[in-house]
C-alpha cells in the first residue's frame, strides 16, 4: 500500500473525530443553554416538535406526552396559543387568576388562593364530575411560585406535597415563551406519584366506573381501522394534563373580554373545548357542567 492510501486513510480518521468533537461541542452548548437560558431552550423545543406540532390527532398545534414511571405518573404538553406573550404573562402571572383556570376542571369543586408567611398556598378541593359537598371533597394545598418572569419568559410551578387516595407530590409547572406573530408557546407538566394503595385505587376505577377510558397516544388500529389509544393509568394521567391545559387556554381566551362577560365565556370555552375529543374527555352535558360549575364558583367566591 502506497504512501498516498494511508495519508487518505489518516485525512479521513482526522476529519471524522473533528466532526464528533464538534457535535459534541454543540450538544455541550445546547445543555449549557438549557441550564442558563430557560427561554431560549424552550424556542429550541419549539423547534424540534415543529413538524408534530403542525400535524397531529389534535387539530391545533399541540404535543402530548405521558410516562408511567415506577412510582407516579406525569404527562407533559407543549403547544402553541394565539396569545401574545405579554397576555399570558400578565393573566397567569397571579395566583388568584390559578383558582380561575383550576375550578374549570370538571374534578375541581373550589380553589382559593391565601397568603401567608411562607408565600402563597392554593387550597383546592378535588372530587367528583358531579356536583358534592365540599366537606366531601379532598383538599389539596398547593403552594405557588413564581420560578421565573422576564420580558419573553413566565415559568410558574404549584407543588402539593398530600393528595388524595395515596397521592402525593403533585407537580403542576407551566413555561412560556414569546413567539413571534402575537404567539406564546406554552409547555405544561402534570406530575404525582402513587403509593401501593393509590395504584390499587386507580386500578379498581379503571375496572369499574372507569373502564372504557382512554387517553390520547395511539398504540396501533382498532379492528375496524379506527386508532387504538392508551388505557390504564397513562390514559388517566392524559386526559387530566389536557384538561388542565384545555383550562388555561380557555382562561386567556376568556381574559381579552369585559370582565362581567369572562366567567360565561371561560366555562362554555371550556366546554366547547373538551368536546372536540369526546372520545376521551366527554364526562357531562353542557347544561349539567354548566349548572354545577356556576354554583361552585358562587361557593368559591363566599366560602374561606
Known sequence: MNKHFWSTIVSGRARQCKCLLLACAAWMACAAIAQTDPAAALRAKHTNLSAQLRQNQFKRPLVLDSVEQRNGLKGDIYGVVDYPF???????????????????????????????????????????????????????????????????YLAITLNAKDGPLGTSDYQIHLQA?????????????????????????????????????????????????????????????????????????AFLDSSRTAPAMQLEQRLQNWFNAVEQYPRQLHEADRPAYMDMKRAEVVRQQTER
Open 86 to 152: 405579554d397576555l399570558v404573562s400578565a393573566a397567569l402571572n397571579n395566583p388568584g387568576h390559578w383558582c380561575d383556570v383550576m375550578i374549570l376542571h370538571i374534578n375541581t369543586k373550589y380553589c382559593h388562593a391565601v397568603e401567608g408567611a411562607a408565600g402563597t398556598t392554593l387550597k383546592v378541593n378535588i372530587g367528583k364530575k358531579t356536583p358534592e359537598e365540599l366537606a366531601d371533597a379532598p383538599r389539596v394545598e398547593f403552594k405557588y411560585s413564581v420560578a421565573a418572569s422576564s420580558a419573553d
Open 177 to 249: 415563551v414569546a413567539l413571534p406573530a402575537s404567539k406564546t408557546f406554552l409547555h405544561l407538566t402534570y406530575a404525582y406519584s402513587v403509593n401501593f394503595g393509590g395504584r390499587l385505587a386507580m386500578l379498581t376505577y379503571l375496572a369499574t366506573v372507569g373502564s372504557g377510558k382512554v387517553g390520547f397516544t395511539v398504540t396501533g388500529k382498532e379492528p375496524d381501522g379506527e386508532p387504538a389509544y392508551i388505557a390504564g393509568v397513562r390514559g388517566l394521567v392524559e386526559r387530566n394534563t389536557m384538561r388542565y391545559f384545555l383550562a388555561i387556554d
